[in-house]
């Protein structure tokens, strides 16, 4: 309990000059709680018993000690107050009780306003201490996270703590107080009599602690309620193509109706445990009044020992007027259990340790014409092995792939690069620094990443793009969208460059994401470039027009290029082929061909999928079909069969591939193209 009082004070210190000023005026408003009581009696001595022969001034000598200032003034002022009350001086003795309420009421609001202003600002300070914790949080944290759940901490729990703090700090000190008055007013005026009213009052501890037990149980699943159903509503709205797709509405509407309930259900038991010990307070104080007044009736001789009428309305004032704090103070019992389950939620977050930080003295690191060296890598994620002995060397300049089946690891490797993740063994240096001792800042600033997942945010293009360099010109935005092939569908859309593509790029096309996101990469315009699967989404004569793009955007910079399609990566100085988290080849495309190991098998299956394209070729071979020194021609000249297959699986209409053979003129491949055209 004390860790959660100091957590919570550590946001709230830097605002204690209100907080103080808040409970100050807390305090003054419990104690015009204690005055009005004495006013009423004053009042209702004067109306009621109308002893003539006392002076306004007698009166208002019997109000609190922190009035009397104000009263000489008065009798100064006004000499008639001096002499028995006139009509005048009656109406200004009751019009105090108007101006205790005012003063009273000013001192409530600033009191609950103030602290109010304090616990909101020492919140929203959390808030943001949350928030910037999580945003630097590392990849593999978000990947164990779910995002319904982390917003519901920042917003739902955050608003709790405030609601219970906002409330417990306008009661805590105030109500108390205002009890301590209220009982001392009331034992001034009878003693007995207040003993009685309030010998009952214990027994309301009981539903406090029964409850108390309970509502901290249930304010834990309720925020774990809360959270699951903005996770299953994250869920859902994001994902809603799929459930309108596979008609999922009703599944997920059963299992929204279900936390809901569960969720209220909990909430319910809450309100339970808030309610239920507050009026059973009142009804122990109906009783204890009903008790004074059986004792009053029965017990006191009604010749001496009655009480007078002012003393006794002030005491039953005094006694309806503890209700509301007593009422208070047994909620805050179960207020602290709800804001601590809320705090342990919010604070279990900022108590995740980032495991990806800078170093305590980083060293610059200069991407530039420097290597990259993965050595001895080994990366789990959690129990899961995933690479294994990595050992590679990226030379500056160089265009390396990396290829290999779905899940050997590709992205991961990139992702030990851009210090996503650290390795478990190994290290992964550009030039001779380790990444580990850069700032992460520093690392990520000199590689531009093009994702496998196009990521846009919702906002316009152009700040989409601009994502790539802060502070790029639109002149700058508009050159990397002319490279990545974008700016003509830009312009097709009515607002251009300033047009908003909606969450995740809804707007756009797989492709035309895509093409954003190379735009992006290209602005940036870093030593280090990184393309994940850049131009999968792309149709082959986009493919071709962006790969061109990219390829002058390689020039001098060090490529890390992972494409599953193997026609886009052939012009790669080093081909990496990766198995299970292994490196299992590398070497230059013609190597890996005649190597005839698992590169080229990967290659021969996407071979097959262009059957079409070589039954073209074989349609022109067949034609032609002289054979000189043993090799099919095309229009009498010799083709080694090897070239046609590797020129097919490049994935180049065959006009290109025709003209790769610097044997045939134009018209050569014009003949060749109507031959396949025409089918004859
Ligand atoms: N965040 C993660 N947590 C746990 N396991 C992961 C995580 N990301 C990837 N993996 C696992 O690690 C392995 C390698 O994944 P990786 O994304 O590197 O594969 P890849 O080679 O890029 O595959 P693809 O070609 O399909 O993109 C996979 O088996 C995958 O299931
Ligand atoms: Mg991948």
Request: net charge positive.
């Amino acid at each position: 309990m004390r860790a959660f009082y100091r957590r919570i004070w550590a946001f709230a210190r830097p605002y204690q000059g209100r907080l103080f000023l808040g409970l100050v005026c807390g305090i003054l408003c419990a104690l015009m709680n204690g005055a009005l009581l004495l006013v009423v009696k004053v009042v209702v001595d004067l109306v009621f018993q109308g002893t003539a022969q006392r002076t306004v001034a007698q009166y208002l000598e019997r109000l609190p000690h922190f009035l009397r200032p104000l009263v000489e003034r008065l009798t100064q002022a006004l000499p008639a107050l001096n002499s028995p009350p006139s009509p005048l001086g009656t109406v200004l003795i009751i019009s105090l009780i108007p101006a205790v309420m005012l003063w009273r009421s000013l001192f409530a609001y600033l009191s609950i306003y103030l602290t109010n202003w304090a616990a909101l600002r020492a919140i929203a300070d959390l808030r943001t201490k949350l928030f910037d914790h999580l945003q630097n949080l590392s990849l593999a944290f978000f990947s164990h996270a779910r995002t319904g759940d982390l917003l519901s901490r920042i917003t739902n729990d955050t608003q709790i703590l405030h609601n219970v703090i906002g409330g417990w700090l306008a009661s805590v000190i105030k109500d108390p107080v205002t009890l301590v008055c209220l009982v001392g007013v009331a034992v001034s005026q009878q003693p007995v009599l207040t003993l009685l009213a309030i010998v009952v009052l214990p027994v309301c501890l009981v539903p406090i602690i029964v409850y108390g037990r309970k509502v901290r149980k249930s304010a834990r699943a309720m925020q774990a309620h809360a959270a699951d159903l903005s996770s299953l509503m994250h869920e859902c709205f994001t994902g809603n193509r799929i459930i309108k797709a596979y008609s999922l509405e009703e599944t997920v509407l059963a299992q929204f109706r279900e936390t809901t309930r569960q969720y209220i259900s909990h909430m319910l038991r809450v309100i339970r445990a808030n309610e239920i010990p507050s009026q059973v307070t009142e009804f122990l104080g109906g009783l204890g009044v009903a008790l004074v007044l059986v004792y009053v009736g029965f017990a006191t001789d009604p010749a001496k020992g009655r009480p007078d009428m002012g003393a006794f309305v002030t005491f039953l004032g005094s006694l309806f007027l503890m209700y509301p704090p007593i009422k208070n103070l047994t909620r805050l019992q179960n207020q602290l259990h709800q804001a601590r389950s809320a705090n342990q939620r919010v604070f279990e977050l900022l108590d995740t340790v980032n495991t990806i930080t800078d170093p305590p003295k980083p060293v610059p690191l200069q991407a530039s014409r420097a290597d990259i060296h993965f050595e001895n890598l080994d990366f789990d994620y959690g129990e899961k092995p995933v690479l294994r002995g990595i050992n590679l060397t990226v030379k500056a300049g160089q265009l390396i792939a990396l290829v290999g089946s779905s899940g050997s690891g590709k992205t991961t490797l990139t992702n030990l690069l851009l210090r996503f993740y650290d390795p478990q063994r190994g290290a992964v240096r550009i030039g001779t620094t380790d990444i580990r001792q850069a700032a992460i800042e520093d690392l990520r600033r000199q590689i531009a990443l093009v994702t496998q997942e196009t990521i846009l945010f919702n906002d316009t293009v152009r700040n989409n793009i601009a994502v790539g360099r802060k502070g790029a010109s639109d002149a700058e935005i508009e050159a990397a969208a002319r490279h990545a092939h974008a700016h003509e569908f830009i312009m097709q859309k009515p607002l251009g460059y300033d047009a908003i593509i909606g969450e995740k790029g809804v707007a756009l096309s797989g492709g035309q994401r895509q093409r954003i996101a190379i735009a992006r990469a290209i602005l940036k315009n870093a030593p280090i470039l990184v393309l994940d699967e850049a131009t999968s989404a792309l149709d082959t004569e986009s493919e071709r027009a962006v790969q061109a793009a990219l390829e002058e955007l390689m020039q001098g910079r060090t490529t890390i290029c992972i494409a599953h399609r193997l026609s886009t990566i052939q012009k790669a100085d080093l081909i990496v082929v990766l198995e299970h988290g292994r490196i299992i080849e590398t070497g230059g495309h013609a190597e890996l061909m005649r190597a005839r190991g698992v590169y080229h098998k990967l290659y021969e299956l996407q071979l097959g999928s262009r059957a079409d394209s070589v039954m073209d070729y074989r349609k022109i071979i067949t034609v032609d079909s002289k054979v000189r020194n043993g090799l099919p021609c095309i229009r009498g000249m010799p083709i080694a069969v090897a070239d046609i297959l590797e020129y097919l699986a490049s994935g180049m209409s065959l006009e290109d591939v025709l003209r790769k053979h610097s044997e045939l003129n134009r018209d050569d491949i014009k003949a060749c193209l109507a031959f396949t055209a025409d089918g004859s």
